[in-house]
């Protein structure tokens, strides 16, 4: 019994020290091993993708330049040498006597026009005025046909180096029109037209202005109503006139 107790402990003795030897042995490996294994790859923070830029704005345009103030208007007197008659705020007075005619087949022979006018000077360029005129347009015997406009014009001057000054017109209004003498009296009923007009004046003295007017006026008439002498209206008539004028200027 004591043997066996002697060969226990030495058997215990043996397998501890093999325990030891063994624990010694295998951690090394183990220590190998973990360094062996890869680490794990470490985590990249996701970023927000910055969004692009916006484009640079356009730059702003330079602002305009201001417009030079108008330079002050010229004495009247000043103006008067420069413009004479023609002067921005004169008024003209005029008569005008000439020759008036219808293009109408059958009206007959033109005969004597005359009238009276206005204008004002708007500037020496333009005018602005309105005129009142009997034109005697035909006649067949005793038998005559008349116009009587009463008309607005807006007039173009036009300076040359001469003393004479030519003009373009526009204008239009109401067209008393009629005949006498012709057994019917109630034809020729009035109407609206409109005309064109040109010509020129000269001055004669620093109050008075002499010129030629030539106007072509086209008026609304009553289509295939019939004069006894003149015949059958047309749904529009021309008129044609030329007359000399005298003009007084006043300021």
């Known amino acids: 019994m004591p043997t066996s107790t ?13 325990l030891a030897v063994s624990a010694f042995a295998v951690s090394p490996v ?18 927000k993708q910055s969004r692009p830029v916006a ?9 305009k330049p201001a417009r030079p103030p108008k330079p002050p208007e010229k004495p009247l007197e000043e ?16 008569v005008r006597a000439g020759y008036a005619k219808s293009t109408v087949v059958n009206t007959g022979d033109g005969l004597l026009g005359y009238g009276i006018a206005y204008q004002r ?10 005129a009142v005129q009997h034109d005697l347009l035909g006649h067949l015997g ?12 807006l007039t173009r001057h036009f300076k040359w180096d001469t003393a004479l000054r030519p003009y373009v017109g526009i204008g239009g209004g ?13 034809t020729g009923a009035p109407g609206s037209g409109s005309y064109v007009a ?24 009553h289509d295939g109503e019939a004069n006894p002498v003149f015949g059958p209206e047309k749904a529009s008539e021309t008129l044609w006139s030329v007359k000399l004028t005298w003009g007084f200027i006043y300021f």
């Open 6 to 18: 002697a060969v226990l402990r030495r058997g215990a003795g043996v397998l501890c020290a093999l």
């Open 142 to 153: 005793n038998s005559t046909e008349i116009s009587v406009p009463f008309t607005l014009e």
């Open 121 to 130: 000077m708007l500037s020496r360029k333009w005018s602005f005025g309105g």
């Open 79 to 94: 103006q008067r040498k420069e413009d004479g008659l023609w002067t921005k705020g004169n008024n003209w007075l005029s």
């Open 55 to 63: 484009a640079a704005s356009k730059p702003a345009k330079p602002p």
């Open 198 to 221: 040109f010509g020129a004046n000269m001055p004669l003295s620093d109050r008075n202005v002499l010129g030629l007017d030539a106007r072509m006026s086209f008026v609304g008439g």
């Open 30 to 47: 183990f220590a190998d091993d973990s360094a062996a294994v890869p680490a794990p790859p470490a985590k990249v923070e996701k970023t």
């Open 174 to 186: 109401y067209y008393f029109h009629k005949y006498y003498r012709t057994g019917k009296q109630d």
